[in-house]
Nanobody
Framework: QVQLVESGGGSVQAGGSLRLSCAAS????????MGWFRQAPGKEREKVAT????????YYADSVKGRFTISRDNAKNTVSLQMNALKPEDTAIYYC????????????WGQGTQVTVSS
């Protein structure tokens, strides 16, 4: 079955960095768009970044552009999110997700990892 396991969350001060990783299994990773989403308390889930199968086409939410970088390793079935210059408003549970080839629909989700940024 599909499994997405996130790691790398934690607590950091504003301006700091964290790197999230997601290990995927149970599906053909090399033809799947992967994404990172986040949900803060009382807010709707937000798409943070996506990366298409070959790794050349990426999307970033305006709120993270220039600070976050999504990458994937198709040999290891992993996707990562490097988060720099973190802000308190980045505090949320971050979820790894697997979608269709065009990144238009995400149907499989990890359990989430907490990121807390203090001011």
């Amino acid at each position: 079955q599909v499994q997405l396991v996130e790691s790398g969350g934690g607590s950091v001060q504003a301006g700091g960095s964290l790197r999230l990783s997601c290990a995927a299994s149970g599906f053909t990773f090399t033809t799947t768009c992967m994404g990172w989403f986040r949900q803060a308390p009382g807010k709707e889930r937000e798409k943070v970044a996506t990366i298409r199968s070959a790794g050349f086409i990426t999307y970033y939410a305006d709120s993270v552009k220039g600070r976050f970088t999504i990458s994937r390793d198709n040999a290891k079935n992993t996707v990562s999110l490097q988060m720099n210059a973190l802000k308190p408003e980045d505090t949320a549970i971050y979820y790894c997700a697997a979608g269709n080839v065009f990144c238009s629909r995400f149907t499989n989700w990890g359990q989430g990892t907490q990121v807390t940024v203090s001011s």
